[in-house]
């Protein structure tokens, strides 16, 4: 038998098949952004302050709800996904820019950074529609 990280290696494997390097990394770091987005939300809810600007908290759901969005349609090489993908990386941005503004904040600072990798693959799957 195999070891439980081999077989979660051949998982992924297996559900990454047919699909591009680009793709599926993107699918991963969506996949991510959304999971830390709405960490990050949870978090500014507890805080007070500029934390609950109903901006940031906006850019923080928008990047959240699109980047799991992105992740779906990519997962079924839905022909949208290239749309979905360029809106999904203004939230990104959006969001990125949010939490920029929280100099120093470790959680801010971790989701900014997320969602700039978000953003930059999105981005790439966004023009693959233009080749």
């Not at 959240?64 to 979905?84: G, N, P, W, Y």
């Not at 470790?106 to 930059?120: I, S, Y």
Request: aromatic share 4%; proline share 1%.
């Amino acid at each position: 038998m195999g070891s439980q990280s081999e077989n979660q290696n051949q998982l992924i494997e297996n559900t990454f098949k047919g699909f591009s390097q680009d793709m599926q990394l993107c699918i991963q770091t969506c996949t991510v952004s959304h999971q830390i987005s709405l960490q990050t939300l949870a978090y500014c809810l507890k805080q007070e302050g500029e934390h609950l600007n109903p901006k940031h908290l906006k850019a923080l759901m928008d990047c959240a709800q699109l980047c799991i969005v992105s992740a779906e349609f990519m997962s079924r090489d839905s022909k949208l996904h290239t749309a979905v993908c360029g809106v999904c990386a203004d939230a990104c941005l959006d969001c990125l820019e949010s939490c920029e503004k929280f100099h120093d904040d470790e959680t801010m600072k971790l989701c900014a950074d997320v969602c700039r990798q978000c953003e930059k693959c999105c981005r790439k799957m966004e023009k693959e529609q233009l080749m």
